[in-house]
């Protein structure tokens, strides 16, 4: 996605002899024989992404969010909570949630993100109210039928994975959501969610007015 960060998430790992020669597979130097899966290099590379020198922590950040891009691997967003969460950390907020949003508002898949939100940011009563705010909630209120696709892209896939958001943080962005027939599928996916926090009356309520 980001050109330069690409660039350089595929040449870090070149200069060690890991380069690509499938959708996922690769190929180490060492034993040019051998098959890496995505995975595999995701293990090996990602968390290295914080521990090069020649970059400040904005750009180890968007040298991880490059091998997101090259690895599309969950591995590689784990390593930037990780890193977030550690002792190094948090990271620059602004490059960390603006690397999330770009990639839900893109055409491309983004499954590694939104099982990201949804495993990591979501289910973790310290994180969740930030990362539901940062990824859908402060837009909420620009949601509307003739929004942008990328952002009515980017509310459905946060919809969909926003089941273990606390109902309070997500109860006025969902009232918004119900109205639009592009958006309720997504509250669907979060209602059917095994770890879906919802407040049975607020959102029948909610479905109600939608329904007016």
Known sequence: MDTQAGQDARRRPAEAGVTQVGDDAWTDGNAPESRLTANEVAHSWAGRAFTDERLDVAGQLGLAFGLLD???????????????????????????????????????????????????????????????????????GRL???????????????????????WAVKESAYAVAARLPALFEGLLGSHRDVYGDLDPSAALTAGHSAAR
């Open 70 to 140: 090259l690895l599309d691997d969950y591995w590689v967003t784990c390593e930037i909570r990780f890193a977030d969460r550690g002792p190094g950390g948090p990271l620059p907020s602004g490059v960390l949630w603006d690397g999330y949003r770009r990639r839900l508002e893109a055409p491309e898949a983004a499954d590694a993100v939104t099982y990201s939100l949804w495993a990591d940011w979501f289910e973790d009563r310290d994180t969740c109210e930030a990362a539901f705010a940062e990824v859908l909630g402060r837009d909420a």
């Open 144 to 166: 509307h039928t003739d929004s942008p696709q990328p952002l009515l892209r980017r509310a459905r896939r946060v919809l969909e994975c926003s089941g273990p958001v606390p």
